[in-house]
């Protein structure tokens, strides 16, 4: 299944990808982007609605196909090659937001993010000095991350003392580091568990307390780390593992819920055609609670029952408030 937003990514380089080799046919490109024939015609369809601000017929792209398969592209190369031009304002933000990032430690490639923040401040001019009076102030986390960089290090074990939000309680671990990894905007400690005798990943932002401990760090030869990058499926960061799963049955109107929710399994309900019955890890139930209040009839608890009392009873709730302050 092509998801949003792997589909906008897939076009973001089909483009340029058929301006390099015209010609090419349906089956090279399926093959080169690693999706079927039917998947590249929806992906060429888009490209008719894509182009220059104005949406006039010059405006947008064209994308023909030959009656062996070949691919041509009209009115694609002038939206790809012009400059990109930003407001005082779109400059400012983007320049606050790289100067924000630089703050964060463990930076893969921070020599390219220097690169980047040097060209822009040279390129914008005034915007580059509104954007020198303006800061962004994070929640000092550095000591947790250069302990566990430490024990990375030394190969030692740690002690963590781990905030667990489905039960609002600090729990106390053992843990053997394995590494410390950066994924949308976050930091996590993965490592083998020695309470839970598996891989477990940990939020360095929910770590209250770390020690590193004298004792040496052995996970067993056998544990392996889990698939940490941005395509990974959502089951592989199993962060909050003990948390509780919420089974949900959504309407049409909301299958995006799986692009922007990290879902253990994803299936078209069998029951009702164009439905999607999903399985969360409710690690911030209150979280999953106002998602499925927000999409009102569109969603559906299906289990477990104490959580879809829960949001019966806080969506009876609103509902009475709401008859309450209505006017007569």
Not at 48 to 54: A, E, K, M, V
Not at 140 to 147: H, L, M, N
Not at 180 to 185: I, W
Request: net charge negative; hydrophobic share 45%; aromatic share 6%.
């Amino acid at each position: 299944m092509s998801t949003a937003v792997s589909q906008v990514e897939r076009l973001l380089n089909l483009v340029p990808y058929l301006l390099s080799h015209p010609g090419s046919t349906v089956e090279q490109v399926a093959q080169e982007f690693g999706v079927n024939a039917k998947q590249v015609a929806k992906d060429l369809n888009v490209l008719w609605f894509c182009g220059l601000p104005g949406g006039f017929a010059d405006d947008l792209m064209e994308a023909h196909v030959e009656e062996g398969g070949a691919i041509h592209l009209e009115n694609a190369a002038e939206p790809i090659v012009r400059p990109l031009r930003l407001s005082t304002r779109e400059a400012v933000a983007l320049l606050v937001a790289l100067r924000a990032l630089a703050q964060v430690p463990g930076i893969a490639d921070r020599d390219a993010l220097d690169r980047a923040l040097a060209k822009l401040e040279s390129a914008t001019g005034e915007a580059a000095r509104v954007a020198e009076r303006l800061s962004v102030a994070f929640e000092a986390r550095d000591v947790v991350f250069e302990a566990a960089q430490r024990a990375l290090a030394e190969k030692r074990l740690v002690h963590l003392r781990y905030y667990v939000p489905s039960r609002d309680e600090v729990t106390e671990r053992d843990v053997d580091p394995m590494r410390v990894a950066l994924l949308a905007g976050r930091a996590y400690l993965e490592g083998w568990c020695r309470a839970s005798g598996a891989v477990r990943v940990f939020r360095l932002d929910r770590i209250v307390g770390i020690e590193v401990l004298d004792q040496p760090a052995q996970p067993p030869a056998d544990a392996k780390g889990l698939d940490l990058t941005e395509e990974a499926p959502a089951s592989a960061l199993r962060v909050g593992q003990d948390a509780p799963l919420v089974t949900l049955e959504l309407a049409a109107e909301a299958r995006w819920v799986p692009e922007y929710y990290p879902c253990e399994s994803v299936a078209e309900d069998p029951g009702v055609d164009g439905f999607l019955r999903v399985t969360l890890r409710a690690a911030d139930q209150d979280r999953i609670r106002r998602l499925v209040l927000r999409l009102g009839g569109a969603a559906r608890v299906l289990g477990p029952q104490e959580f879809a009392d829960k949001v019966r009873d806080t969506a009876a709730l609103a509902l009475a408030a709401y008859g309450a302050d209505a006017p007569a």
